[in-house]
């Protein structure tokens, strides 16, 4: 099994920034993919930014430039740097690893930003 423990989210004004981080344990292969999905009130799960064991990445046009995705493959950890934040980007933040067609999740981390 794969357990994922998320940090670092909170509330912040617009124009701020936050680092969210989440720590994956367990069964971790060497491959894998790890992200950051987020829910707003009243919509789906999106993906927000994902990267790969070898460093690729993948964003959401919403938050290119703006947002950093990247990861410790020693401490099988991936963050999210995330600036100029806006109103536009609250919402549970739920991080996401990816091995072997399995799918785990964290527990979920709330953003909340102010105008």
């Known amino acids: 099994q794969v357990q994922l423990v998320e940090s670092g989210g909170g509330l912040v004004q617009a124009g701020g920034s936050l680092r969210l981080s989440c720590a994956a344990s367990?069964?971790?292969?060497?491959?894998?993919?790890m992200g950051w999905y987020r829910q707003a009130p009243g919509k789906q799960r999106e993906l927000v930014a994902a990267?790969?064991?070898?460093?690729?990445?993948n964003y959401a046009d919403s938050v290119k430039g703006r947002f950093t995705i990247s990861r410790d493959n020693a401490k099988n950890t991936v963050y999210l740097q995330m600036n100029s934040l806006s109103p536009e980007d609250t919402g549970v933040y739920y991080c996401n690893l990816q091995q072997r067609l399995l799918y785990y999740w964290g527990q979920g981390t709330q953003v909340t930003v102010s105008s």
């Open positions: 990267i790969t064991s070898g460093s690729s990445t």
């Open positions: 367990g069964s971790i292969f060497s491959s894998n993919t």
